[in-house]
């Protein structure tokens, strides 16, 4: 049974920081893409990162304050999020594809694999 888990989300200030984990299990991921998305209270999912190709994708509105990276000996994605801002105050959910495009990522459609989510709350 394939499963991916995410940890570390909690409550913290403006201009905080966290680190997010998603670990994966029943199989290997090395050769998949792995990111995250969130969804915050009355909104829809967006795309936040992605790493595929050897390549990490952003949304501009996280560019320059969070940093996603894989480690494959532990089947784990994190993603290290700097500067938070409460609109960065959603869910967030991992997710993996043995495949890899970028534009099916940004749209969030066609992915196989999703976490349950992990709840990041960050206050003013």
């Known amino acids: 049974q394939v499963q991916l888990v995410e940890s570390g989300g909690g409550l913290v200030q403006a201009g905080g920081s966290l680190r997010l984990s998603c670990a994966g299990s029943g199989r290997t991921f090395n050769d998949h893409a792995m990111g995250w998305f969130r969804q915050a209270p009355g909104k829809e999912r967006e795309f936040v990162a992605v790493?595929?190709?050897?390549?990490?994708y952003y949304a501009d509105s996280v560019k320059g304050r969070f940093t996603i990276s894989i480690d494959n000996a532990k089947n784990t994605v994190y993603l290290q999020m700097n500067s938070l801002k409460p609109d960065d105050t959603a869910v967030y959910y991992c997710a993996a594809d043995p495949a890899f495009s970028l534009s099916q990522w940004k749209q969030g459609y066609g992915i196989d694999y999703w976490g349950k989510g992990t709840l990041v709350t960050v206050s003013s």
């Open positions: 790493r595929g190709w050897s390549t990490a």
